[in-house]
């Protein structure tokens, strides 16, 4: 336990601004993503040096395509999130906490940052639950992990305060933004969230110049319209970049969400067509067994600059950064 970040007190409750929720918290209680209490008028994290996940990850199951490509990143995570997305496929993590339990194994950050460099990890990535959630401890091994020469990576909901945002600034390289809808509706009944503070976060991501790639997981009938898709798509061109990355992700039944079949193949490959429509320069899908869809190639040429088969590179012909037949620049860390 280790006293929060970013609260205010308000009376005997405490108010705490990391995300967008900005919950006001009795004594005792808890906020909605069940892992900050407040204890007789501070608001402490359960889940400083508590993890309860620690892999050696390829960066591609991030998904990240133009960060450090090839490389390994020693991922983390604590339990809870603070979002409740009736489709997440880590549910057991992100939404464990509401037993009212906060699990994991405690460790310090050097510990972490010890560990990412013995396994010749070049990042460490905050994923699998949303590092929003465990902010100060993300802070303090990031910091560390960047004066030892390693990168730091967010796979995030983007459900975080412009406050919250600010205090990665001294360690954040890179991240992964999910877009999961371009309706508030639909962050509303089937997240609990927002969608506007998502689309500030990629905003700021981009601005400050963290190097950014979005996610969207296609659901059958939820949020997979041509409109939407393209709605998404186009911001994503318009007001983040033509060269940013976007993931169409194909769904599989979890959690509540087991009533609506696996994304069929045709909608993901529509997904990718409108994507390119939309002006973006590279689309990729995700969780599919179509190898060509998930290759880096020259948007100029046409050039295959990385081959990928899942998690696995077959050719990788990018280290300067430039297509090395049309010299075109290829945005990203290569
Ligand atoms: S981080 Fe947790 S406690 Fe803080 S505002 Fe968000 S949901 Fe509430």
């Known amino acids: 336990m280790k006293e929060a970040m970013l609260y205010s007190k308000e009376g005997g409750k405490v108010r705490c601004i990391l995300c967008p929720h900005n919950c006001l918290i009795s004594e005792g209680k808890r906020g909605i993503c069940m892992v900050r209490e407040n204890n007789f008028g501070v608001l402490n994290s359960l889940v400083y040096g508590v993890l309860s996940a620690a892999h050696i990850d390829p960066i591609e199951k991030k998904p990240l395509f133009h960060y450090k490509p090839g490389s390994n990143s020693y991922s983390i995570a604590t339990v809870g999130c603070n ?116 689309l500030d976060t990629c905003k700021r991501m981009v601005e400050r110049g963290v190097w950014l790639e979005v996610t969207t997981l296609i659901i059958p009938g939820l949020n997979d319209s041509e409109k939407e898709l393209s709605q998404i798509a186009s911001f994503i061109c318009d007001e983040l970049g033509d060269g940013v990355p976007w993931h169409v992700s194909r769904f599989h039944p979890d959690y509540k969400l087991t009533d609506i079949p696996p994304t069929p193949m045709e909608s993901i490959l529509r997904a990718v067509e409108l994507g390119r429509d939309a002006g973006l320069k590279f689309v990729y899908s995700g969780n599919t067994p179509y190898g060509e869809y998930e290759n880096t190639n020259c948007p100029k040429c046409g050039l295959t600059l990385v081959e990928r088969v899942g998690y696995s590179i077959y050719k990788k012909d990018i280290s300067s950064g430039t297509c090395p037949e049309c010299s075109t620049r290829i945005e990203g860390f290569f």
């Open 83 to 198: 979002l409740r997305c009736e489709f997440c496929q880590n549910w057991d993590l992100s939404q464990g906490p509401k037993t009212g339990k906060v699990s994991g194994k405690k460790i310090s950050p050097k510990e972490v940052v010890e560990q990412a460099l013995e396994n010749d990890c070049e990042s460490i990535s905050f994923t699998y639950s949303e590092p929003t959630i465990f902010l100060e401890f993300a802070k303090d091994v990031g910091e560390l992990a960047r004066s030892e020469g390693l990168g730091n990576v967010f796979v995030s909901n983007g459900f975080m305060s412009k406050e919250a945002f600010d205090e990665t600034e001294s360690f954040l390289d890179a991240a992964n933004i999910d877009i999961k809808s371009f309706s508030e509706g639909f962050y509303e009944k089937y997240c609990g969230g927002r969608l506007k503070p998502v």
